[in-house]
């Protein structure tokens, strides 16, 4: 009889111990994403409530925003991400912005999959297309922030004192995560694009530009300026494409990565001379191709990519692409003695070598396995400037001819075997004219196309991003809930057994 009653008590204490963990766990329910449906060519009537479903569709992304923060306003919502799926037509830019959109996950997409009928029109806009700027320092948000823009075509953006997307978090110290993404975008026939981001850094802050193309568009100086980001260009074009100034300007704290992008009929400098058309402490190009427009009227005598000292710790590298028809120098590196670069397997080619190819000070860099197609090399011209700096040469096409024209200053040359400039020397320039071999690059003209899926805001609010884990909190158990039931449950068992 005692057996019997101490496996029922056995029994009763497992299955209230079950159920304290099983209503504890369900204490934060999870939220459920809201997908609201926009249409411009509708006037749909309403109050505040609109876009549950097609034919109830919000008239503009201003109004479906506004009905979020309404349904975010319920405890049971507050962590819930938005879905704004917008049908075909034309959005201006003045009535269909996001403003203030820190701390939330949203994500615009095509109401047609894969839809290219899309178009935001910037015509007469008055203020920030995307704006994350920080209002209110008192009232900062406690979660991170998403932006997925998909399949959207941009155009019309000409206003000089408006950008396509802008956010200032980085002042406040809040450590505060922020994610930005154009996902198969298109922006083109615009005057003046410009994204303004600045964040804490780089492993907190991102934007990333994946199978976006840039059209007949033109970028006003600085017009991607992001302090303390990691910036990627993947898969990306920009075709018949003019800079002002440089395309990646110099500014602290900020990683660049373009990978298997194209540039083509790009000028640059356009109203601001001399400027390298990247300018960073820390980038990374790989299989990308560059084909430059150069105005002989307005001779660059920057160098085309320089690297300059940053507080990142990891070299940069520069591998496998195609450079043709640049101004100036072609490299520039500047105090990257800490953690140095890498330039290898790359085809750089130009009409003739009229100015200095690369230049160090107070640098270290591996230059290796690289062709350089010049028709000529001009009389006079110094193909190595160098003060300062250890530089390591190997097999490269015209290894030779860079060791008969350095200006050495304190530098020590390595050509494989052979160190040439081990202390201060001076060079007498020559007088002969250089042809070296022209090898005619085959630049892939496609990007290629990824094979597998990302997938961006899922029925759970779990977000999938390129390279990075999910930082949104889970449901978690109270822990003082749990020790609550469980006394309760050490009360029962006491009283059952003292009958």
Do not use: W
């Amino acid at each position: 009889m005692l057996s019997r009653k101490f496996n029922f008590i056995l029994l009763l204490v497992f299955v209230l111990f079950v159920s304290a963990i099983k209503s504890s766990s369900n204490l934060e329910a999870t939220p459920t994403d809201l997908t609201l449906y926009v249409n411009s060519n509708k006037n749909n009537q309403y109050t505040s409530e609109c876009g549950l479903s097609y034919e109830n569709s919000c008239n503009n992304i201003v109004d479906a925003v506004k009905y979020f923060h309404e349904y975010i306003s319920k405890p049971e919502n507050q962590n819930s991400a938005l879905i704004l799926l917008l049908d075909d037509g034309t959005y201006l830019g003045k009535d269909n912005y996001l403003d203030s959109g820190l701390g939330y996950n949203i994500k615009l997409s095509p109401y047609i999959k894969d839809s290219k009928k899309v178009v935001i029109d910037g015509t007469g806009i008055n203020l920030n297309l995307f704006d994350y700027d920080i209002k209110d320092v008192n009232v900062l948000p406690t979660t991170d922030t998403y932006l997925y823009v998909n399949y959207i075509t941009f155009i019309n953006f000409d206003s000089p004192d408006y950008k396509i997307l802008t956010s200032i978090t980085g002042e406040n110290n809040n450590n505060m995560k922020t994610f930005f993404e154009f996902n198969r975008c298109l922006f083109e026939n615009s005057k003046k694009v410009r994204f303004s981001v600045y964040g804490q850094s780089t492993d907190l802050n991102r934007l990333n530009f994946i199978e976006t193309n840039f059209k007949n568009v033109n970028f006003p100086e600085n017009s991607f300026s992001t302090p303390y980001y990691s910036t990627y260009y993947s898969l990306s074009s920009f075709d018949d494409v003019s800079f002002e100034g440089s395309f990646i300007s110099y500014e602290e704290g900020n990683k660049f990565f373009i990978a298997r992008s194209i540039f083509t009929k790009v000028s640059y400098g356009t109203q601001i001379q001399n400027s390298p058309f990247i300018h960073s402490g820390k980038f990374d190009i790989n299989k990308s191709s560059f084909n430059i427009i150069s105005d002989p009227k307005t001779p660059n005598t920057s160098y085309f990519l320089k690297i300059s000292k940053s507080i990142i710790s990891t070299p940069t590298s520069i591998k496998d692409n195609i450079f043709e028809n640049y101004n100036g120098g072609f490299i520039e590196f500047d105090n990257v003695d800490n953690v140095g670069a890498s330039v290898s397997l790359n085809t750089i080619s130009k009409t003739n070598a009229d100015s200095t190819i690369i230049k160090s000070s107070n640098s270290k860099a591996r230059i290796s396995s690289n062709t350089f197609n010049y028709n000529n090399i001009l009389n006079g011209v110094q193909l190595i400037d160098c003060t300062g700096s250890s530089l390591e040469f190997a097999n490269n096409n015209i290894d030779e001819i860079f060791q008969s024209k350095p200006i050495c200053n304190d530098c020590k040359f390595t050509f494989g075997t052979t160190t040439i400039c081990p202390i201060q020397t001076s060079t007498t320039p020559t007088t002969s004219t250089t042809s070296t071999p022209s090898t005619t690059p085959t630049p892939s003209t496609t990007p290629t196309t990824p094979t597998t899926s990302t997938s961006y805001i899922s029925t759970t609010s779990s977000i999938t991003t390129t390279g990075d884990d999910d930082d949104r909190p889970n449901s978690s158990i109270d822990s003082k809930s749990v020790s609550y039931q469980l006394l309760i449950i050490i009360l029962i068992v006491i009283s059952l057994l003292n009958h």
